[in-house]
């Protein structure tokens, strides 16, 4: 696998001309939201599971201001 940069260089030229006229025709259009939408995926598996609690569950007990 190589990194082609000219290939590169005309990707993001076409994003960045379907920027400027405000259209989807480029094919990398494809890979950007291929890849973010597996980004966002990737954000939200956890290995373990974390046991969490509501923010305000601690509310009641402690209280703001409050002095003891």
Not at 31 to 60: E, Y
């Amino acid at each position: 696998m190589y990194f082609d940069k000219e290939n590169m260089k005309k990707s993001v030229k076409d994003l960045k001309s379907d920027i400027d006229v405000g259209e989807l025709t480029a094919t990398a259009w494809l890979w950007v939201i291929t890849g973010g939408l597996l980004g966002l995926a990737a954000s939200c598996v956890r290995v373990t599971k974390k046991v969490t609690q509501p923010i305000l569950a601690k509310l009641g007990k402690n209280r703001i201001g409050e002095n003891k």
